[in-house]
Nanobody, 115 residues
Framework: QVQLVESGGGLVQAGGSLRLFCAAS????????MGWYRQAPGKQRELVAT???????NYADSVKGRFTISTDNAKNTMYLQMNSLKPEDTAVYYC?????????WGQGTQVTVSS
């Protein structure tokens, strides 16, 4: 069993930055992959960014060049640095971790970008 706790969300003006944190209850070095997803009101959950155990990253086209996913194995923490935020980035952001091919999710953190 893995517990994931997100933090770092909040209210920011368009053009601003936020850094999201995802703290895992166990070592993330054994994760098959980790990622950030988001869900806006009335929309389906969508992929934002993922990182594999080998360090390969993948981003949604809508966030490329603005968001950066990273991990710190020593702290069992994953990050999402979000720059140049837009109102359309407003959503609940969830972290995801796959361990032994089982998927785990955090409870989410709200990000609101005002215009």
């Amino acid at each position: 069993q893995v517990q994931l706790v997100e933090s770092g969300g909040g209210l920011v003006q368009a053009g601003g930055s936020l850094r999201l944190f995802c703290a895992a209850s166990r070592s993330i070095s054994r994760a098959n992959n980790m990622g950030w997803y988001r869900q806006a009101p009335g929309k389906q959950r969508e992929l934002v960014a993922t990182v594999t155990s080998g360090g390969n990253t993948n981003y949604a086209d809508s966030v490329k060049g603005r968001f950066t996913i990273s991990t710190d194995n020593a702290k069992n923490t994953m990050y999402l640095q979000m720059n140049s935020l837009k109102p359309e980035d407003t959503a609940v952001y969830y972290c995801q971790m796959m361990v032994s091919w089982l998927n785990y999710w955090g409870q989410g953190t709200q990000v609101t970008v005002s215009s």
